[in-house]
Nanobody
Framework: GFQLRESGGGSVQAGGSLTLSCTAS????????MGWYRQNSDNECDLIAS???????FYTDAVKGRFTITQDSAKTTVSLHMNSLNPEDTAAYYC??????????????????????WGQGTLVIISS
């Protein structure tokens, strides 16, 4: 079945950069929206960036100008290029794919229905 696999998490000093990648097991017309969530201090997940198969992007204010989301031509890999990282960016990051626009917030960091899929998450740690 359709699965997502994240890679690229790790530790970096403040001011540094990291790139997260999310690769789908297959291209699916049923999953045209892909994006990244990160877990907040209440263990909820906030959408920070997303991209549609048409190339439309969304960024939450906290990452605008610092993060860039891209998609490969096969539309199976979505990458999140993170620059000017600061300790507040420390979190578990989750990749998600959905039939419709991704919700801005999830109570739990997991799929909330049959029309979306989530990866297992990858940890990003920014040291000051």
């Amino acid at each position: 079945g359709f699965q997502l696999r994240e890679s690229g998490g790790g530790s970096v000093q403040a001011g540094g950069s990291l790139t997260l990648s999310c690769t789908a097991s297959e291209y699916s017309l049923d999953r045209p929206y892909m994006g990244w969530y990160r877990q907040n201090s209440d263990n909820e997940c906030d959408l920070i960036a997303s991209i549609s198969s048409d190339g439309d992007t969304f960024y939450t204010d906290a990452v605008k100008g610092r993060f860039t989301i891209t998609q490969d031509s096969a539309k199976t890999t979505v990458s999140l290029h993170m620059n000017s990282l600061n300790p507040e960016d420390t979190a578990a990051y989750y990749c998600a794919a959905g039939r419709g626009r991704l919700h801005l917030w999830h109570l739990h960091c997991e799929a909330s229905g049959i029309h979306e899929d989530w990866g297992q998450g990858t940890l990003v740690i920014i040291s000051s």
